[in-house]
């Protein structure tokens, strides 16, 4: 594995780790429309890397299927689908935000639920980020080296809110800045370790490359649509975290094909 590979994967924890940052330098808790803003940023951003960066290629590198070329995209992004549904059944975590948590029932601490739920998050975003990364080093041509790099950073830029939207709600909660700010960094570790465990399984298994692409769309949208969608539209002037959104989409658009 090469050091451009492993810095690429490392860039998006980066985003994590300096927004969690913010607990040492924001004095009050985030206003919840600020909290609209960053959350509907971040979906922006998502969808955006999941059409550009994610289905696109995907469809493209099933071309040899003719009229057929869908299956591999479609059956894929259902997987991922179901994938991010039986993680949110089986995992106990805790939305921002939200007073019930979601899962099954466990004696956990309320800060560890909300830990847990922003690394759930984080799951579809590191293997997206190391599927395309494992299609670059097959030599795939549809995945450049500045291509993977776009997504890599476009999934930092967002990350950096995410940091701060974990960091800050548990400093509230009574937390030290420090601690929180470990658990704000430890939240996006399942990014690096994601995008690693798939470079490793897609090295094996090539020629499931559409599937694996469009498997982290499929459980990115999850994401987008269960999470990030009702928190940008929630309480009153909703229409900011529209806004927003189309800020991150176009973000991310401009950044995969300017550099893809």
């Given amino acids: 594995m090469t050091r451009e590979v492993i810095y690429g994967v490392c860039i998006p924890f980066l985003g994590t780790a300096l927004g969690a ?7 009050k808790a985030m206003s919840s429309m600020l909290q609209r803003i960053l959350a509907g940023f971040a979906a922006g ?8 960066s994610l289905l696109i290629p995907a469809l493209e590198q099933a071309d040899d ?6 299956v591999p995209a479609a059956v894929g992004f259902w997987l991922g689908i179901l994938f991010l549904l039986l993680l949110d059944h089986v995992i106990p975590h805790l939305h921002v935000g939200n007073q019930e948590a979601e899962g099954p029932k466990a004696k956990l601490k309320k800060t560890t639920m909300l830990v847990l739920a922003v690394a759930l998050h984080n799951i579809p975003e590191g293997m997206a980020v ?6 670059y080093l097959a030599g795939n041509t549809n995945l450049t080296a500045m291509g993977t790099l776009a997504l890599s950073i476009g999934i930092a830029i967002q990350n950096f809110p995410e940091g701060a939207i974990i960091s800050m709600p548990l400093r509230s909660e009574g937390m030290g800045k420090g601690k929180a ?11 690096p370790l994601g995008a690693l465990v798939t470079i490793l399984a897609a090295g094996l298994i090539v020629p499931t490359m559409p599937y ?13 649509v269960e999470e990030l969608i009702p928190e940008m539209a ?7 975290g529209t806004l927003f ?4 989409f176009s973000v991310m658009m401009i950044l995969d094909v300017a550099l893809g």
């Avoid at 951003?45 to 550009?52: E, G, N, R």
């Avoid at 700010?181 to 990014?191: A, K, Q, R």
């Avoid at 959104?245 to 991150?248: A, E």
């Fill in 212 to 224: 694996l692409l469009s498997f982290a769309a499929g459980a990115m949208l999850y994401v987008v």
């Fill in 21 to 27: 940052g913010c607990v040492f330098f924001m004095k």
């Fill in 181 to 191: 700010f470990l658990n704000g960094v430890l939240s996006g570790i399942v990014e």
């Fill in 245 to 248: 959104f189309s800020v991150g």
């Fill in 234 to 240: 929630e309480g009153d002037h909703s229409n900011i």
């Fill in 130 to 135: 190391g599927v395309v990364y494992a299609g």
């Fill in 45 to 52: 951003v998502m969808v955006a890397a999941s059409v550009w």
């Fill in 65 to 70: 299927m003719g009229k057929w070329s869908f």
